[in-house]
Antibody
Framework: QVQLVESGGGVVQPGGSLRLSCAAS????????LYWVRQAPGKGLEWVAY????????FYTDSVKGRFTISRDNSRSTLYLQMNSLRAEDTALYYC??????????????WGRGTMVTVS | EVVLTQSPATLSLSPGERATLSCRAS??????LAWYQQKPGQAPRLLIY???NRATGIPARFSGSGSGTDFTLTISSLEPEDFAVYYC??????????FGQGTRLEIK
């Protein structure tokens, strides 16, 4: 079954840390770029981070640069988001997604159900 | 940063009617524009990518068009399950990848 399953969310105090995980199955994980996208309660979608298929390149939205780190373990088909120095404005449902294109960036064609992060 | 402005914010229509949703970019995104549908409590679902390509499993009543700065998502005949929030997204000039603020399609 083709799916992404996020975990690791929870309630954390401002300044704290969390590590999100996203387990993938049903597709050749190591050939797709991956992304994290978040959605604050009642708000729209916000792209957070990107990682190349081999992990050699990453990009972040400005508000998380220096605080969040995206990484992947292709041997475990798992994507990660290490979140440090968390702020109230990081409170959101965090989704992992994959590119529609094999080997390059593209629209997000597969989404997990999300994991909720609350900073309070 | 490319700003995407969606209009209208809310669209009230009846099943069977045609829906036309607009997305305008603050600068050209060429054809690198996608559309997503999101229902309450669910993850977004990719409908259209690169302006006009339907994603896997998306019904033919959904179509996308446009280029440069002006894009349209058309739903030819609304089904009850189509009432949701729709987002456009660009991936031409990034980072950051940006989304529009969404259009809520509601039952009239």
């Amino acid at each position: 079954q083709v799916q992404l399953v996020e975990s690791g969310g929870g309630v954390v105090q401002p300044g704290g840390s969390l590590r999100l995980s996203c387990a993938a199955s049903g597709f050749t994980f190591n050939t797709f770029v991956l992304y994290w996208v978040r959605q604050a309660p009642g708000k729209g979608l916000e792209w957070v981070a990107y990682i190349k298929s081999d992990g050699s390149g990453t990009f972040y939205t400005d508000s998380v640069k220096g605080r969040f780190t995206i990484s992947r373990d292709n041997s475990r088909s798992t994507l990660y988001l290490q979140m440090n120095s968390l702020r109230a404005e990081d409170t959101a449902l965090y989704y992992c997604t994959k590119s529609v294109y094999q080997g390059g960036d593209g629209a997000f064609d597969l989404w997990g159900r999300g994991t909720m992060v609350t900073v309070s | 940063e490319v700003v995407l402005t969606q209009s209208p914010a809310t669209l009230s229509l009846s099943p069977g009617e045609r829906a036309t949703l607009s997305c305008r970019a603050s600068q050209s995104v060429v054809s690198y524009l996608a559309w997503y549908q999101q229902k309450p409590g669910q993850a977004p679902r990719l409908l259209i990518y690169d302006t006009s390509n339907r994603a896997t499993g998306i019904p033919a009543r959904f179509s996308g068009s446009g280029s440069g700065t002006d894009f349209t998502l058309t739903i030819s005949s609304l089904e009850p399950e189509d009432f949701a929030v729709y987002y456009c997204q660009q991936r031409y000039s990034w980072p950051p990848i940006t989304f529009g603020q969404g259009t809520r399609l509601e039952i009239k």
